[in-house]
């Protein structure tokens, strides 16, 4: 039996895309093995995020090379799709495949001839406006599924370079997403998180539907217990959304609600769509409908231009915010991007310092928000047993909880009363 490996860099919609494709190799007859095993077909999906996300891909290639010289080797994702002509030239690639098509995957590798030399099936991803349907039948034993809902995205931050890799905003049919969660459901998950490049604009090309409108559907069905969404902006946070959140209990009282940084002039300089008012507006408003609720944010430290001051200003705006943790990263200049080619970018020495300020008060945050449920109770979701009677799981509001009890929690939500918190988890004994 011919042996593959599907692995992915970057994102959980490159994880969820890596999971399908592994299965649509399984479904050839194919054994799916690790990326560390040997294999007869390798399939690495890449990340282009930051320029170390391009040389972690080609490092990957590489590795697995030498695991089997007589691999077929296909590169797929991000980096495929914006630099196809510079991965045909690392060794040991014999397809590059890109952000679309890949549910022909096997297909071509079966067709391959190595006498052919590189393969390119990249093609223009800004003329695409179709979901492609790569989804997950089988499915492994847990208790939180990702569900790719979205494709694409049509903000073009001045940083960023996935628009250009992924192509414009595509959401998948509703009939489609909710046939996927039923099937979920009826294998015993009891969370789903609706993924994709950029969540929020689900609907926005279809006119049919909505993000609001396909967590209404998904909250109706039976089984699925809690509803987790990625990453959103301030903008989609109106009275009316949060409310309508509210009124889905299922819908989980954590947001990664995106600013990038606390500073004005740098946002507009971001090419973001709102400011520091909208935000704290957007913060307040899901405070005010959902008093537990945590809120995670990303920050970048040392963006170009960046003064100190701008920087304090952001500094200040994320300790107002009370956030329950921040993923505080130095900038990284990512070849093909506006902010890329300006002539003032800041010393790495700046951006780690100015990042590290960042984490260090993230510590501090996430400490005080965990610590403020000693003595109370909460409802977990536990996922697998660590030891001894000894589960782990997470509050509605993600935060870690590692619960004790006489019986086997695994995938069984209940409530568990908080006797200590500390290192961003919360200790207690379960009430099953």
Same mark, same amino acid.
């Given at each position: 039996m011919k042996k !593959?490996?599907?692995?992915?860099?970057?994102?959980?919609?490159?994880q969820y895309e890596s999971e399908a494709i592994a299965e649509l190799f399984q479904e050839k007859g194919y054994e799916i093995v690790g990326i560390d095993e040997e294999a007869d077909v390798y399939v690495i999906n890449t990340c282009t995020v930051t320029n170390f996300g391009d040389k972690k891909s080609r490092q990957l290639i590489r590795k697995v090379k030498r695991q089997n010289e007589n691999a077929i080797v296909a590169v797929v994702g991000c980096y495929a799709q914006t630099a196809p002509q510079e991965l045909m030239k690392v060794e040991g690639v014999n397809l590059v495949i890109g952000t679309k098509d890949? !549910?022909?995957?096997?297909?071509?590798?079966?067709?391959?001839?190595t006498e052919n030399g590189v393969e390119n099936h990249v093609s223009d991803i800004m003329k695409e406006r179709v979901f492609e349907p790569l989804s997950i039948q089988k499915l492994a034993n847990r208790t939180r599924a990702y569900l790719k809902i979205q494709d694409g995205c049509s903000q073009y931050c001045s940083y960023c370079i996935i628009p250009y890799?992924?192509?414009?905003?595509r959401s998948r049919d509703p009939q489609d997403v909710l046939a996927e969660v039923k099937r979920l459901a009826e294998n015993g998950f009891k969370e789903v998180v609706l993924t994709g490049i950029h969540v929020a604009s689900y609907g926005k090309d279809r006119h049919d539907t909505s993000l609001l409108e396909i967590l209404r559907q998904v909250h109706e069905v039976e089984g699925i217990e809690r509803i987790r969404f990625s990453s959103i902006e301030p903008n989609v946070v109106t009275e009316e959304f949060a409310q309508a959140i509210a009124d889905m209990p299922k819908v989980c009282d954590h947001f990664h609600l995106s600013l990038q940084s606390g500073c004005d002039k740098t946002l507009k300089e971001m090419n973001r769509k709102y400011d520091t008012e909208k935000y704290r507006q957007a913060a307040a408003t899901l405070r005010k409908y959902l008093p537990e609720v945590a809120l995670t944010t990303d920050i970048i430290a040392g963006f170009p231009g960046e003064t100190e001051e701008d920087f304090q200003a952001s500094y200040d705006f994320a300790k107002e915010m009370g956030f329950a943790k921040i993923h505080a990263f130095p900038y990284s200049p990512k070849r093909g991007t506006p902010a890329a080619a300006r002539k003032d970018q800041l010393l790495n020495a700046v951006k780690a310092e100015r990042s590290h300020r960042l984490i260090e008060l993230s510590d501090k945050m996430a400490?005080?928000?965990?610590?403020?449920?000693?003595g109370k109770e909460v409802e977990v979701l536990y996922e697998r047993a660590i030891g001894e009677g000894v589960y782990e799981g997470h509050t509605t509001n993600y935060i870690k909880v590692k619960g004790t009890s006489d019986k086997d929690l695994t995938n069984v939500i209940c409530k568990t009363k908080i006797t200590k918190a500390e290192n961003e988890e919360l200790f207690g004994t379960a009430e099953a």
């Open positions: !593959a490996a599907s692995f992915a860099l970057g994102c959980k919609v490159n890949r !549910a022909q995957i096997v297909e071509m590798v079966e067709n391959y001839k890799a992924r192509g414009p905003i400490d005080e928000f965990i610590q403020a449920y000693v």
